[in-house]
């Protein structure tokens, strides 16, 4: 497919174990960033990946969660030590990244991860 | 107070009405306005996308700025059952370049009843 894919789509996890979510990009987006929706929440900025600068880890809310993007293209969020609060949509997304403004945005269908 | 603010509904409407979804917000420096929509269990995918105020219109869809009262609009005319989604507002001070410059409003969830 063309779209951004992201897997697994659902993720079901106990309280302390750790995740990894991934996303495959647009192929030829240099850009990628992870996001989280949690219910009733607007989507949170977790962290940017630009060609091959140092990612943007700003909005991490923790030193739980760490991203990596290999090559320049998969990309894989890793939560450690899992906390009910992290349950929530995490949504992957890319863009061509050449700058220039208003880059549009592709969403993947995202990962919705429970923690019980 | 967060930077943007939308009315997480949810909104149900029969179809063929007008709607008007709607976003404040309080940093008077946005200047690019945007609207998302988002199916059940998808991604969001830009609907629309309007610099500084004023009106731009794209088939059933209105998107409106009105930077003094700090206010966005979507409007939908002769809305249909296919437009059942949740509606996302996002903005920018500087034309989008990196998400983390991208602030999103809760989103609105809309039924359209056939």
């Known amino acids: 497919g063309a779209g951004v894919s992201q897997s697994p789509s659902n993720k079901v996890t106990e309280k302390g174990k750790d995740v990894e979510l991934r996303c495959d990009p647009i192929?030829?987006?240099?850009?990628l960033y992870w996001y989280r929706q949690s219910l009733g929440q607007g989507l949170e900025f977790l962290i940017y990946?630009?060609?091959?600068?140092?990612?943007?880890k700003s909005g991490l809310p923790s030193d739980r969660f760490s991203a990596e993007r290999t090559g320049g293209s998969v990309s894989t969020l890793t939560i450690q030590r899992t906390q009910q609060e992290d349950s929530a949509v995490y949504l992957c997304?890319?863009?061509?990244?050449f700058g220039g403004g208003n880059e549009k945005l592709f969403f993947g269908s995202g990962t919705q991860l429970s923690v019980l | 107070q967060k930077e943007v603010e939308q009315d997480p509904g949810p909104l149900s409407v029969p179809e063929g009405a007008i709607v008007s979804l709607n976003c404040t917000y309080s940093?008077?420096?946005?200047?690019?306005f945007m609207w998302y929509r988002q199916y059940s269990r998808k991604g969001p995918e830009l609907l629309m996308y309007?610099?500084?105020?004023g009106n731009k219109e794209d088939g059933r869809f209105t998107a409106q700025v009105d930077k003094s009262s700090k206010y966005i609009s979507l409007f939908i005319r002769d809305s249909q059952p296919s437009d059942s989604a949740t509606y996302l507002c996002?903005?920018?001070?500087?034309?989008?370049?990196?998400?983390?410059?991208?602030?999103f409003g809760q989103g609105t969830r809309l039924t359209i009843n056939p």
């Open positions: 940093n008077s420096a946005f200047q690019y």
């Open positions: 990946f630009q060609g091959n600068s140092a990612p943007d």
């Open positions: 997304a890319s863009s061509l990244g």
């Open positions: 309007t610099y500084s105020s």
């Open positions: 996002a903005m920018s001070v500087l034309p989008f370049q990196g998400a983390q410059k991208l602030v």
């Open positions: 192929s030829g987006h240099t850009a």
